[in-house]
């Protein structure tokens, strides 16, 4: 595989359970070492689409290639080279930690015992414990210590930290930055679905948003944060009304409108001026509210 | 030298790390010779991609602040920027541009704008006075 291949491609995606299109028609390209953010609501067909990638799920129509092979005829070699932490962890209740790691690595070609041990101590996880011992919260941190391991060239991560709390979901994201990131950043890719946006915002150069099984949004994350911004203008008097395309939600404050815009910001700023604001401010939208604003 | 970041700022998350490493470096809080935080803590610390902070790294080195040496990590390069005086300059252009439009659009008058670059000059002068000796 060259940096070329895409980690992932998705091309007209469709998947229905029953009468229900949980995926409908979704086509998507992540680039080899970057940080995917897969956002949408509950329902959204994020965790369908997830498990079309890994064979999990057969595609009603449509194409999916994870590093350039088809993950139902190319299973095996697909499954070597990456990881897939899901929102519930399932282990063998009988099993302790170092079992529970030791069954995992013996199914990889590669497993990184420097890692393992690091992780294990920055989570100050203990080995001897027995699985059904554990906290939701160390039972996610131990999935994670056996995906990263394995040295994967794709991590999935499907709403990893869910029901976790904000120090559990700190150190998470801070693992998969240190520890899985550290070698090869050029081809390590990280493809999450995730509606808890904040904590992974400094993760992510782009994402999706989905609605409804289809790609509504798709942008860089810098790029997004530069071109939705909130602009507020204060006014002597009324605010005026503007009905320039751009502008995705206007609110008045007394005195003050409060704009949403997408992209045409500089000829909204434009107008705005012409209506002789006492104030004019504008910042940019977290990509949280992109996500909020995108679903109205 | 502390580095923080905002996203809601609308600047680029490597943009904003540059600022601030340039910023250090102007005031004298990161000297020449002294080293940067290594990539790996700093991406940890600011809970950002790697490859962000990576970005920020190499172009602080294409602009001639930093240097990698293999194997130690970032240092700040001592005075000597790679480039002439007339590409510096022309560098420094836009920046002066966008203050001479802000000023206006502020309705500050010239007077008042030359006396405020001669504040801060000397105000970040003193400060790397100070954290010399």
């Known amino acids: ?296 | 030298m502390r580095i923080q970041v905002q996203f809601d700022l609308g600047q680029p998350v490597y943009v904003q790390i540059m600022d601030q490493v340039k910023s250090a470096a102007a005031s004298g809080a990161l000297q020449a010779g002294e080293p940067l935080p290594g990539i790996r803590p700093l991406a940890e610390q600011l809970r950002v991609n790697r490859n962000t902070v990576a970005k920020a790294y190499f172009e602080l080195e294409r602009e001639g602040v930093i240097e990698t040496r293999p194997g130690k990590g970032c240092f700040l390069r001592n005075g000597q920027s790679r480039f002439r005086k007339a590409a510096r300059t022309e560098m420094l252009l836009p920046q002066v541009d966008a203050v001479v439009v802000q000023a206006h659009h502020l309705q500050i008058p010239d007077e008042e704008v030359l006396q405020l670059l001669q504040e801060r000059l000397t105000h970040f002068q003193n400060s790397r006075e100070t954290s010399r000796s």
């Not at chain 1, 070699?77 to 009988?94: C, L, N």
């Not at chain 1, 070609?109 to 690091?118: A, G, V, Y």
């Not at chain 1, 150190?171 to 998969?176: D, P, T």
């Not at chain 1, 997408?262 to 939208?285: F, M, W």
């Open chain 1, 1 to 296: 595989m060259t940096n070329d291949t895409p980690a992932i491609e998705i091309r007209g995606l469709v998947r229905c359970f029953g009468k229900t299109e949980a995926v409908h028609g979704l086509d998507r390209t992540v680039p080899a070492g970057s940080c995917y953010g897969f956002f949408g609501r509950n329902g959204a067909g994020k965790t369908t689409t997830i498990k079309c990638l890994l064979n999990l799920l057969k595609p009603d129509s449509g194409t999916v290639r994870v590093l350039g092979m088809d993950p139902a005829t190319q299973e095996l070699e697909v499954k070597r080279r990456i990881a897939y932490v899901p929102d519930q962890v399932a282990f063998y209740p009988w099993m302790s930690v170092r079992d529970t790691l030791d069954y995992a690595a013996s199914f990889r070609s590669k497993w990184n015992t420097d890692t393992e041990n690091s992780l294990l101590e920055r989570f100050r996880l203990d080995v001897r414990k027995p699985v059904t011992g554990l906290s939701k919260g160390q039972r996610t941190q131990l999935a994670l210590i056996g995906a990263i391991c394995a040295d994967p060239d794709l991590l999935v991560l499907d709403e990893p930290t869910s029901g976790l709390d904000p120090i559990v979901r700190r150190e998470f994201i801070e693992a998969v930055i240190g520890a899985y990131q550290d070698a090869d950043p050029g081809r390590r890719t990280v493809f999450v679905s995730t509606h808890l946006i904040t904590e992974f915002e400094g993760l992510i150069d782009r994402f999706t948003i989905v609605e409804g099984g289809k790609a509504t949004v798709c942008l860089d994350a810098d790029e997004a944060r530069s071109k939705y911004r909130r602009l507020r203008a204060r006014f002597a008097g009324e605010p005026p009304t503007l009905k320039n395309p751009g502008i995705l939600r206007q609110t008045r404050n007394g005195r003050e409108l409060v704009l949403v815009t997408n992209g045409a910001t500089e000829q909204v700023l434009a107008e705005l001026r012409d209506c002789q604001p006492e104030d004019i401010q504008s910042e940019a939208l977290s990509l949280e509210e992109i996500f909020v604003v995108a679903n109205q």
